[in-house]
């Protein structure tokens, strides 16, 4: 299971460097070929770590539901840890990204972002502007942090893990065993 996981993320990793590199250059028809790969590979990602019981979050609250009832889901499903060090003053909302199982966060966080990024790159190179700043990154990504925070948490349907790990050997073959 961890050796197709880190499997995909490598081969995302190589898709998304290579449409970066693409859109450095000004290649299209490169940056073309890798840009559909990283989404679906995101997309095998999200299913993989749906199918695997030790990813989900449900299975830790089931567990720990003797201990805590009802308490267990809103401790461990609840996306805002609220911190203050001085009791006379607000808290801070921190974003408390582990209380999200694997494949919700790749689905509902890396996937919008990835999707954004890769739009913004392909706009920009059919302009023929291959600048990009700080900013303008910021300005795509926090509306995309913004919702997925206000968003409440999902799970995404399980598959049986082998069965996951076999479409994803499939795919990366090109077969149809």
């Not at 974003?95 to 966080?109: K, S, T």
């Amino acid at each position: 299971m961890d050796v197709t996981r880190q499997w995909i993320a490598e081969r995302f990793n190589i898709a998304l460097i290579g449409a970066r590199d693409a859109f450095l250059a000004g290649d299209t028809a490169t940056f073309d070929k890798n840009a559909p790969e990283c989404r679906a590979l995101l997309e095998e990602q999200a299913r993989l770590a749906a199918s695997w019981p030790a990813y989900r979050l449900d299975e830790k609250i089931e567990r720990h539901r003797p201990e805590f009832g009802d308490d267990a889901t809103r401790a461990i499903k609840h996306r805002h840890v609220w911190v203050t060090t001085d009791p006379t003053q607000h808290s801070v909302p921190l974003r408390d990204y582990y209380r999200q199982d694997l494949d919700g966060l790749i689905a509902d966080y890396y996937a919008p972002r990835v999707d954004a990024y890769l739009d913004f790159l392909r706009t920009r190179l059919a302009d023929g502007n291959l600048q990009v700043s700080a900013e303008e990154f910021d300005a795509l990504y926090t509306p995309i942090e913004e919702a997925f925070i206000a968003a409440p948490a999902r799970t995404l349907p399980h598959d049986d893990p082998v069965d996951v790990v076999r479409d994803v050997l499939r795919r990366s073959k090109g077969s149809s065993e």
